[in-house]
């Protein structure tokens, strides 16, 4: 199973762009990368998924290098209702695999006024 | 879709009782996910069903806890007896197919005195 390593937390202020970096140094062929927002009290939110390269929604923005062995969420212009857990994942989306996806510790953001 | 229903959203119980927590996935997803979450552990995936039949509960902590998924609308997990070290906030989420975006339920928090 690929593990995954994010920072414990960081902190931003209104309006600045957030990067959160996820390390997966033994990410398999077949896996995606899958980022979630968890706000206290609540289930985990899906943001974005990619494979390779760069990915964009509405949201947020993930890249991801050639050698895959890590991504980084992009957060543009955030507001202190972006202060959340953001969990990276990495499995593959084959139906029925056995692999599980295991959200690590995540990453506190805090935005600060 | 009303998304994901959790049942019930709180529970109190005593050390030694039966605790049934149950689940309604989103009708036409096909993957059912049990979470449990607590401060020090995290979010842990403790087993999940694929077209209702359990594909991996590796997870599981312990033969006091078991899940059923007797059709495509519903699914149980059991703590019997139950413990204190069992008080989590317990998530379901759905999916259309294993690894593709899951849709997390409100959570029921468990408290076992």
């Known amino acids: 199973l690929a593990k995954t390593t994010q920072p414990i937390s960081m902190d931003s202020y209104e309006g600045q762009e957030v990067n959160i970096t996820c390390s997966h140094n033994?990410?398999?062929?077949?896996?995606?990368i899958t980022w979630y927002q968890q706000f206290p009290s609540q289930g985990p939110r899906f943001i974005i998924q990619?494979?390779?390269t760069k990915v964009t929604n509405e949201v947020a923005s993930l890249f991801i290098p050639a050698d895959r062995k890590s991504s980084t969420l992009s957060l543009p212009r955030v507001s202190l209702s972006d202060t959340a857990v953001y969990y990276c994942?990495?499995?593959?989306?084959?139906?029925?695999?056995?692999?599980?996806?295991?959200f690590g510790s995540g990453t506190q953001l805090t935005v600060l006024p | 879709d009303a998304g994901v229903i959790q049942s019930p959203r709180h529970e109190v119980t005593e050390m030694g009782q039966e605790v049934t927590l149950r689940c309604k996935p989103i009708?036409?997803?096909?993957?059912l996910f049990w979470y449990r979450q607590t401060m020090m552990r995290g979010l842990e995936l403790l087993i999940y069903?694929?077209?209702?039949?359990?594909?991996?509960d590796s997870g599981m902590p312990e033969d006091r806890f078991s899940a059923k998924m007797p059709n495509a609308s519903f699914s149980t997990l059991k703590i019997q007896p139950s413990e204190p070290r069992d008080s989590a906030v317990y998530f379901c989420?759905?999916?259309?197919?294993?690894?593709?975006?899951?849709?997390f339920g409100p959570g029921t928090r468990l408290t076992v005195t």
């Open positions: 989420a759905s999916s259309l197919l294993t690894g593709y975006e899951q849709y």
């Open positions: 033994n990410i398999a062929t077949n896996d995606y």
């Open positions: 990619g494979y390779k």
């Open positions: 994942l990495v499995g593959d989306m084959a139906p029925g695999s056995a692999r599980q996806l295991t």
């Open positions: 009708s036409g997803h096909n993957s």
């Open positions: 069903f694929n077209n209702n039949v359990p594909i991996d």
